[in-house]
């Protein structure tokens, strides 16, 4: 059983950052896919950023300049850098990986961008 945990969520000011960590229980390696989703309140789940499995990092667009995708294969762990946050990026985060039979999900974190 593959366990994604997510992790760095919290309260932030407005124009902040955060960073988000999404921890693997086996080798990034072998996933073919690695994504970061959020959901917020009364709205679908949607894409923030991905690592496919062909070609290269794709932003959704109210992100693109702001965040920034990275892993740490040594570590199994995919960031999520997130910079001049604002509060229409309140929701909770979730890391998804697929290995080309399953998809995981982690359980989410809360981001919260409020005065």
């Known amino acids: 059983q593959v366990q994604l945990v997510e992790s760095g969520g919290g309260l932030v000011q407005p124009g902040g950052s955060l960073r988000l960590s999404c921890s693997a229980s086996?080798?990034?390696?072998?996933?073919?896919?690695m994504a970061w989703f959020r959901q917020a309140p009364g709205k679908q789940r949607e894409l923030v950023a991905i690592f496919p499995q062909v070609g290269d990092t794709n932003y959704a667009d109210f992100v693109k300049g702001r965040f920034t995708l990275s892993r740490d294969n040594a570590k199994n762990t995919m960031n999520l850098q997130m910079s001049v946050l604002k509060p229409e990026d309140t929701a909770v985060y979730f890391c998804?990986?697929?290995?080309?039979?399953?998809?995981?999900w982690g359980q989410g974190t809360q981001v919260t961008v409020s005065s």
């Open positions: 998804r990986a697929s290995d080309g039979l399953f998809t995981y």
């Open positions: 086996k080798s990034i390696f072998s996933f073919k896919s």
